[in-house]
């Protein structure tokens, strides 16, 4: 389905199974929905919604964006659909969505599961986008390595100009005020072989968060729910389903 943000058209997907809880994925800025295939196949037992973001995709990027504007996005589609029992996945830039919605919007999130997450201050991410490609996928077998070649974020140089303002205005706030006021059960993963955000970054964003617990996996990069995606499907799952904390 569409939603209309800004004159633009935003495809969601949404699989509504009539469950009782809700799973939302954030992805990365840049990436597709169809990079969490894996999580969308495994956990059946819930409502499923993702989106592609302006400009990737299904979705259209008609106007130069904020970070806000991303969370009004997500704000208008749990409203518009009336999600409720929300728990959230989100990757990279999704993090900054989810603190901001959590902890500004005050949107109601049994859990939240955190990847290798944007929003600290970090001096050197224009740089590093420049050469993401996913050289740190290359260890990925043959079907992984054509999802993310076909999905996978774009070069920051070669983005339209209104789309590299968008992105400048995205990674110039510092987000550790959000992160501080989450205060839900946090799961955190995250891949110490990361060069995009830093296990430093993690490091900081899971003292921020006071109910969180972070992982690390020593051989995975930034997309490490993709390089481990069966791994990383039992350890969501097993966190989510846990009600004993």
């Given at each position: ?5 800004k ?16 799973l ?23 409502n499923?919604?993702?989106l ?21 996005i ?15 996945i ?15 919007e ?36 043959k ?5 993310i070649?076909k ?13 590299k303002?968008?992105?400048t ?14 205060n ?14 830093s ?47």
């Amino acid at each position: 389905m569409y939603i209309i943000y800004k004159d633009s058209k935003i495809f969601i997907d949404k699989i509504n199974r009539n469950k009782n809880k809700s799973l939302i994925i954030l992805p990365g800025w840049g990436d597709n929905r169809e990079t969490f295939k894996y999580i969308k196949d495994y956990f059946k037992e819930y409502n499923y919604y993702s989106l592609d973001y302006p400009g990737f995709g299904k979705s259209e990027f008609k106007k130069e964006l904020n970070i806000y504007d991303y969370v009004n996005i997500i704000k208008k589609i749990i409203i518009k659909e009336n999600i409720k029992n929300i728990n959230i996945i989100a990757h990279s830039f999704g993090g900054r969505i989810a603190s901001i919605l959590i902890s500004k919007e005050k949107i109601k999130v049994d859990k939240l599961v955190l990847i290798d997450v944007a929003g600290i201050k970090n001096k050197n991410i224009l740089l590093k986008l420049k050469i993401l490609k996913y050289k740190i996928l290359k260890k990925l077998v043959k079907d992984k390595n054509k999802l993310i070649n076909k999905y996978g974020s774009s070069d920051y140089n070669n983005l339209p100009n209104y789309m590299k303002k968008t992105f400048t205005n995205i990674v110039k706030e510092d987000l550790s005020k959000y992160y501080k006021k989450i205060n839900i059960e946090t799961l955190i993963l995250w891949g110490l072989k990361d060069n995009i955000t830093s296990i430093k970054e993690g490091n900081k964003i899971h003292k921020y968060i006071k109910k969180s617990s972070l992982i690390t996996f020593n051989d995975l990069n930034h997309f490490s729910y993709l390089e481990r995606p069966y791994l990383f499907n039992i350890i969501i799952s097993k966190y989510l389903e846990d009600n004993t904390k």
